[in-house]
């Protein structure tokens, strides 16, 4: 099993190279080359979220994104610090209309990677969430004397 990982800071900008090396990585480990754009698209999705998320409560650390290369599957985590609350417990601050358009937005921004991914885990919790997304890949081709 191989991994790659990468780490960056919870700038937009560099979104756009999570998603660049996401794809190489992807190709070099047997997905499908027609799947290749549902890749960079789900993984943008993901990091710009994951951004997002740092950037609304000021969170510093990095964006972190797993590549992983396994027997017949590959998969991509990407992972945020953000604390989101736990099913029911109450969160210390007041509801207001800008915490409805945030959770609104990232409830799209799900549901665009959901139909862009037959495989995904999404996980959040007080120390942060994950989205886990997979993708069968195929053996390469024998090369032949």
């Known amino acids: 099993m191989a991994t790659v990982e990468l780490r960056f800071s919870a700038l937009p900008e560099h979104v ?23 890749v960079r698209l789900a993984v943008g999705e993901a990091c710009t979220r994951a951004v997002g998320l740092h950037q609304s409560v000021g969170i510093t650390s990095p964006v972190k994104v797993s590549l992983i290369e396994e027997e017949k599957q590959f998969s991509i985590e990407v992972g945020d610090e953000a604390p989101r609350s736990v099913p029911g ?45 997979t993708w069968p890949t195929t053996p390469p081709a024998a090369v032949l004397p």
């Not at 190489?24 to 997905?31: E, K, P, T």
């Not at 207001?96 to 919790?125: H, K, N, P, Y």
């Open 16 to 38: 756009r190279t999570a998603r660049l090396v996401a794809a190489a990585v992807a190709r070099r480990a047997g997905v499908d080359e027609a799947v290749l754009d549902e």
């Open 89 to 133: 417990e109450r969160s210390s601050g007041a509801a207001g209309d800008d915490g409805e358009v945030d959770a609104e937005e990232d409830e799209m921004g799900l549901a665009v990677i959901s139909g862009l991914v037959d495989d995904v885990e999404v996980s959040a919790g007080e120390h942060g969430g994950l989205i886990r997304m």
